[in-house]
C-alpha cells in the first residue's frame, strides 16, 4: 500500500509506529490497514466528528458511527514547512501538510494529513485530493493525500 519508494518523502517518520486507539478511533485505524477511508458522525443527528469525539458538539449524544468514504476532497488549507525541526530531519523538508475537506463529509469537519507527491509551488488552494496510503508498520497505515 506504500505510495512512493520512499514512503516520507515530504514528511519526517512519525515518532510512532501505533497508534493509541480507543474504542472511539479504532474504527478510523482499522479502516486505514484496509485502505478505506472513513470518517466518524454522531449515531443520532449525523453531524461529523473529525477528530473524533466522546460527544456531539451539535446535540451533545456520545453514540458514533463510522461513514466509508470516496477517498477524494479539496484541499482547504495548506502551509510548507521549510526547516527542519531537529537536525535528524533535515533530508525531509520541505512537507506539506494539508487540511482537506473530504468528499462525502458534511459540515466542519475535515482531515489534516500531508499533501505528498506534489512540489510545494504547485499547490493551490481548492485543487482536488485522492487519498493515498502510506504503510508505515504492520499496525499502522496513514491516509495522506495527493493530487487528484
Known amino acids: 500500500m ?10 519526517p517518520a512519525p515518532l510512532f509506529t501505533d497508534p ?7 474504527p478510523f ?15 443520532e443527528c449525523g453531524t461529523f466528528r473529525l477528530p473524533p ?11 458514533l458511527e463510522y461513514v466509508d468514504l470516496p477517498g477524494t476532497g479539496t484541499l482547504y488549507s495548506f502551509i510548507i514547512v521549510r526547516h527542519a525541526l531537529t537536525p535528524d530531519q533535515k533530508e525531509y523538508v520541505p512537507y506539506i501538510p ?3 475537506s ?26 482536488k485530493l485522492k487519498v493515498t496510503w502510506n504503510e ?4 499502522l497505515t496513514l491516509p495522506f493525500w495527493t493530487v487528484a
Open 53 to 63: 469525539s466522546r460527544w456531539c458538539a451539535a446535540c451533545h449524544a456520545q453514540g
Open 2 to 11: 506504500s505510495n512512493t519508494t520512499h514512503p516520507f518523502k515530504y514528511m
Open 20 to 26: 493509541y486507539a480507543d474504542e472511539w478511533t479504532a
Open 102 to 127: 473530504a468528499d462525502g463529509v458534511s459540515g466542519n469537519a475535515r482531515f489534516v494529513s500531508n499533501l505528498v507527491n506534489v512540489e510545494p509551488e504547485d499547490v493551490q488552494i481548492g485543487m
Open 98 to 100: 494539508a487540511v482537506v
Open 29 to 43: 485505524w482499522e479502516a486505514a490497514l484496509r485502505g478505506q477511508l472513513t470518517a466518524p458522525k454522531c449515531a
Open 136 to 139: 508505515v508498520s504492520a499496525t
